[in-house]
C-alpha cells in the first residue's frame, strides 16, 4: 500500500505541472456571440459559434442558482471541489462496466468542460481531479459557480443559463419562474434528451423530479413546490422566436461587420444596432408575403414537392414522415404537410407531432388541377405527397405551394437615409439572395419621373403639351433593333400635358420627352439621384425603363424628391458596442445642406406634384383612395412583357420601393402590372407605417409660379417654357382656366 501511495504521489506530482494554466478564468471572457438589434432594442439575429448571454454572478437569481444546486451539486459550497463518496461510486460502477452521473461536481464539471474533453478514461479523471484542486485553491466558490452557469451547453445552441432562458422562454433570466428555473436546470445532464422543445414529456419529468429535490433541500417550501408543478410553462418554438422576420436585415449586418472586424465579430460579443424599425419590419414582411401568395393563388398548381413512400406500420410510417417534414422545413406560415388520404371533396394531411389536418371546400381551390383522376403522376395529390398547408383569414386549412416568383421591399427615411425595413425575398431560408441590394433589374416605368426631371430643366413644364402618338425609331436610333414602341393598352389617345401623360404612363409621351432633352444629357442627369450612367444606356428605350436598377437605388432616387431635391445615402447600423456597452463606433448622417443637394429645390417640387397625380388618379389611383391622404406620391412600372412589376413612391418622412418577379426574367402575366402586383404591397406597408404621421405636403420653394391651376419655373411662366411637343405647331396657347384641358388641346389643333 505504501509503494502504491508512493507511485501515485509522484504520478500527482508529474502530472500536477502538466496542468493547464487556469489563471485566466479569474478574468472569465467566454466566446461571445454577435447581436444584432433593431431601433427599439429588439433582437432581429444573432451570429457566433456560441450563443451565450455573460451574466454577472450578483445578477443570476437565487432561484436558478438553488436549481442547479439541488440536481448537480447540492454540497458544492461545503466540499473541497472532490465528491470523494461519489467518486468511489463512480468507480466501482466503471469497474461493473455500468455507468454512473452523479459523480461530478460543479467545479469538476468547470474543469472539463473549459479544459478536458468528455472522454471518459482513468487517465483523464486523474487530470480532472488534479485541476478541479487548483480551481478550487485559486477561485472563489462563486467565481467557480458564476463560470459554470455561463459555460455549459443546454442545447439549441444556448450557452449558460441566460440564454437558454431567452431561446427556451423567450424571457431575460432574471424573470424566471421556480417552474422555469427547474426546467432549465434538467439539461445539463443531457441538453438533447431533456429539450422542451424537442422531448416535452422528458423535459417535464425531469422538471418535477428537480422541483422535488428543491423542496428536499429547503430551498423551496412545499407550497412553492406544489404550485411550480402546476405552472403552465409557456415554451419558445423556433416560429415565435426572431417574429420581425430581419433575416436579410441581419445577414447585411453581419456582412458589413465582418468587413470592419473580420471573423472575431463571432467571438467578440459585439452589438450592433440598426436602424430598423421592429413593427415596420414585421408589416412589411407580411405586406410583401401576402402580396406574393396573392399572385401565387392565380397560378396553376406545380404539384407536390415531393412523394414519400409510407411503410405499413404506424411507427415506421411516424418515423418517415417527421423525417420528410424536417428535411422540407416549414416556410413561414407555409407548412409542410405529408398526404395520407386524398379525394376531390377532402384531403387529409399530417403534420409534425402527428397533427392529422383535414381540407374541404375552399381550401382544396387552389390545388383542384392535383385532385383530377386525369391529372399526371407528377401533380396528382395521393398518400405520400409533401404538400404545403396555410391558415386562411377565416382561420380554416388550405392547401397552397411554394412561390416561383420573388419579391423585395425596402423603406428608407428620406431625410437621412436610415433604412427602416427592408425584405429581400419571399423567405430567406428558400433564398438568400438579396433582392433589394443584389437584384439588377430593369424599372420600367417607375424610371419616368426621372426622365421628366431631366426636361423641367430645359423649359419643359407641367403644361407643357406632348402628342401621344405613334412612333417607329430605326437601329441607328436605338442601339439595336428597329424599334416601334407602343403604349401598355396598345392605344394613342393624342395631344395631352405633361402632367396627364405621367399619371396615365404614357410611353409615347416619355421617349418623347427624352428626345427633346437628348439621350446622353439624360444619362448624365440621373447621376444625381445615385444611378450609375453605365447601367442606362443612352438611347430612346431608357425612356421606358430599359437600364438596370436595384430596388435600393429607387429608393435612393426617390428620396431624392421627397426631401426637397437632397442626395441621400442609405444606412443601416447607427451604432457598436462590445459587450460591456462601451462605444466602438457609431454614424451620424450629414445634414441636409447644399453640400448633398442632387437637384434644384423647384425640380423636386414639381416632380413631387406630378407624383401626387399619379396617386390621385393615375395609375396609382388606389394608393389615395386606400389611404385617405394626398401627401402620398409614387410612380408605378411594369417593364416589357410583364416581367418585372413595381412600384416606388413616398410620403416626406419616408420612401418604399416594392419590386416583384421571377430570379429568371419570364412573363408575369398578361394581366399583371405595378399596379395591380406591387402597389398593393406598398399601400399595406404604408398604411401601419404612416399611423399617427400627420399629413405633411411640402411648402413651394422660391422661384416658382402658380398660374392656371399649374406650377412653372418663374422663367417659364407665361408661355416662356416649351409649350408642347410632337405637334405641327410650336406655338405657345393662350392662357386658358384652370383644368380646361380639352380646349387647349383643340386650340392647338385649329393653330
Known amino acids: 500500500m505504501l509503494v502504491v501511495a508512493l507511485l501515485v504521489g509522484l504520478a500527482l506530482a508529474m502530472a500536477y505541472p502538466q496542468l493547464p494554466d487556469v489563471s485566466d478564468l479569474s478574468d472569465y471572457r467566454p466566446k ?16 457566433g459559434e456560441e450563443r451565450r448571454n455573460l451574466t454577472p454572478f450578483k445578477d443570476i437569481p437565487k432561484v436558478m442558482k438553488d436549481a442547479v444546486l439541488a440536481i448537480e451539486d447540492a454540497r458544492f459550497y461545503q466540499h473541497g471541489g472532490v465528491d470523494y463518496i461519489g467518486l468511489l461510486r463512480a468507480s466501482l460502477a466503471n469497474l461493473g462496466r455500468a455507468k454512473s452521473q452523479g459523480a461530478s461536481t460543479i467545479t469538476m464539471q468547470v474543469a472539463r468542460n473549459v479544459y478536458l474533453s468528455s472522454e471518459k478514461t482513468f487517465t483523464r479523471k486523474i487530470y480532472e481531479i488534479l485541476l478541479t484542486t487548483k480551481l478550487e485553491h485559486m477561485l472563489s ?10 459555460q455549459i451547453y443546454l442545447g439549441n445552441r444556448a450557452y449558460g443559463f441566460a440564454a437558454a432562458s431567452e431561446a427556451y422562454f423567450g424571457k431575460p433570466l432574471k424573470n424566471i419562474s421556480i417552474a422555469e428555473a427547474a426546467m432549465l436546470a434538467g439539461l445539463p445532464k443531457a441538453p438533447s434528451a431533456y429539450n422542451p422543445i424537442a422531448n416535452p414529456k422528458r423535459a417535464r419529468s425531469r422538471q418535477l423530479y428537480i422541483i422535488e429535490r428543491m423542496e428536499e433541500n429547503g430551498f423551496i417550501s412545499k407550497a412553492e413546490a406544489v404550485a411550480a408543478k402546476q405552472e403552465e410553462l409557456k415554451i419558445r418554438t423556433a416560429a415565435s422566436s426572431l417574429n420581425t422576420h430581419a433575416e436579410y436585415v441581419a445577414e447585411m449586418a453581419r456582412q458589413l461587420m465582418f468587413a470592419q472586424y473580420g471573423p472575431e465579430i463571432y467571438t467578440r460579443g459585439l452589438n450592433v444596432y440598426t436602424t430598423i424599425r421592429a413593427s415596420d419590419q414585421q408589416a412589411a414582411y407580411f405586406a410583401l408575403r401576402r402580396g406574393i401568395m396573392d399572385y401565387e393563388r392565380r397560378q396553376h398548381y406545380r404539384g407536390p414537392e415531393k412523394f414519400i413512400t409510407l411503410p405499413s406500420t404506424p411507427a415506421e410510417q411516424e418515423d418517415a414522415i417527421d423525417d420528410a417534414l424536417i428535411e422540407q422545413g416549414d416556410k413561414g406560415d407555409l407548412l409542410a404537410a405529408v398526404v395520407l388520404e386524398a379525394s376531390p371533396k377532402k384531403v387529409r394531411a399530417v403534420r409534425q407531432n402527428s397533427e392529422v389536418l383535414e381540407i374541404t371546400g375552399e381550401g382544396l381551390q387552389p390545388v383542384q388541377s392535383g385532385l383530377s383522376d386525369k391529372a399526371p403522376p407528377n401533380i396528382r395529390l395521393r398518400p405520400g405527397a409533401l404538400i404545403r398547408v396555410t391558415k386562411t383569414a377565416k382561420g380554416a386549412w388550405e392547401i397552397t405551394q411554394l412561390p416561383e416568383v420573388e419579391g423585395a421591399f425596402v423603406s428608407v427615411d ?20 438579396n433582392h433589394v441590394t443584389q437584384a439588377w433589374r430593369q424599372p420600367g416605368s417607375s424610371f419616368k419621373p426621372f426622365i421628366y426631371s431631366a426636361a423641367l430643366e430645359k423649359g419643359f413644364t407641367p403644361a407643357t403639351v406632348v402628342n401621344d402618338a405613334p412612333l417607329f425609331f430605326d437601329a441607328s436610333v436605338t442601339g439595336g433593333q ?12 393624342g395631344p395631352m400635358t405633361l402632367r396627364k401623360g405621367l399619371a396615365k404612363s404614357k410611353n409615347m ?60 445615402n442609405p444606412y443601416l447600423i447607427s451604432k457598436v458596442t462590445d459587450q460591456t456597452g462601451k462605444v466602438l463606433s457609431e454614424f451620424t448622417p450629414p445634414e441636409l445642406d447644399e453640400s448633398v443637394r442632387g437637384i434644384d429645390a423647384r425640380n423636386a417640387f414639381v416632380m413631387t406634384s406630378l407624383l401626387q397625380e399619379v396617386t390621385r388618379s393615375g395609375t396609382a389611383a388606389r394608393a389615395q383612395a386606400t389611404l385617405k391622404r394626398p401627401d402620398v406620391y409614387g410612380k408605378t412600372g411594369t417593364t416589357n412583357d410583364s416581367m418585372d412589376a413595381w412600384f416606388a413612391g413616398f410620403q416626406p418622412t419616408l420612401t418604399a420601393v416594392t419590386w416583384i418577379g421571377y430570379d429568371t426574367p419570364r412573363k408575369l402575366g398578361d394581366r399583371e402590372t405595378g399596379g395591380g402586383l406591387s402597389l398593393p404591397v406598398w399601400i399595406s406597408y404604408m398604411q401601419h407605417a404612416l399611423q399617427n404621421v400627420p399629413i405633411t405636403e411640402p411648402a413651394p420653394p422660391a422661384g416658382l409660379t402658380h ?45
Open 509 to 568: 409621351i416619355s421617349i418623347r420627352l427624352l428626345q427633346a432633352v437628348g439621350a446622353q444629357n439624360a444619362q448624365q442627369w440621373i447621376t444625381h439621384f445615385g444611378f450609375e450612367a453605365d447601367k442606362h444606356p443612352p438611347y430612346l428605350t431608357m425612356a421606358l425603363g430599359a437600364g438596370s436598377v436595384t430596388p435600393m437605388q429607387m429608393a435612393t432616387g426617390y428620396s431624392v424628391f421627397a426631401n426637397g431635391g437632397y442626395r441621400v
Open 32 to 47: 461571445l456571440s454577435m447581436r444584432v438589434y433593431s431601433v427599439e432594442g429588439t433582437q432581429i439575429g444573432e451570429f
Open 141 to 150: 466558490k462563486d467565481q467557480i459557480f458564476e463560470i459554470y452557469l455561463n
Open 707 to 751: 398660374e392656371g391651376g399649374e406650377w412653372f419655373y418663374s422663367e417659364y411662366s407665361r408661355g416662356g417654357g416649351v409649350s408642347s411637343l410632337g405637334l405641327e405647331s410650336k406655338s405657345a396657347p393662350s392662357e386658358l382656366p384652370a383644368n380646361d384641358e380639352k380646349k387647349r388641346i383643340l386650340d392647338l389643333f385649329k393653330n
Open 482 to 493: 428597329p424599334w416601334e414602341p407602343k403604349n401598355y393598352d396598345g392605344t394613342f389617345e
Open 414 to 433: 428620406p431625410r437621412d437615409g436610415a433604412i427602416h425595413a427592408l425584405v429581400g425575398g419571399f423567405d430567406f431560408d428558400k433564398n438568400k439572395f
